[in-house]
């Protein structure tokens, strides 16, 4: 069962769920902050987590190298947007 789990690809497709809800929940609860951005800070710190997250799925369910290249270099510009972003 955890065979299929993982050869299929669901299970990466469990972990960007849990990647959804925990961008919704953290939405959610700063609705009433302030901060001018807090979404897209929001935004940038999980994609890049989910771009190796699908890189991973790609390489689980037999995709070819170039969605696997394709998906871990889509990575770098989210997390070099979010350091900027950090760094401002």
């Given amino acids: 069962m955890l ?3 993982f050869t299929s690809g669901h ?15 953290l939405t959610w609860r700063g609705r009433y902050q302030r901060k001018p951005g807090a979404t897209l800070d929001r935004l940038l710190a999980l994609a890049p987590g989910a771009c190796l997250a699908m890189a ?3 390489g689980l369910t037999g995709a ?3 969605w696997i290249a394709f998906w871990l270099a889509a990575s770098l510009p989210f997390h070099l ?7 401002l």
Avoid at 13 to 25: G, H, P, R, S, T
Avoid at 82 to 87: E, P, V
């Fill in 81 to 87: 947007a979010d350091l900027a972003r950090r760094r």
């Fill in 56 to 58: 991973v799925r790609a």
């Fill in 3 to 5: 065979e299929r789990l």
């Fill in 11 to 25: 299970a990466v497709d469990l972990i960007l769920v849990v990647m959804v809800a925990e961008f919704a929940l």
């Fill in 64 to 66: 070819g190298w170039v």
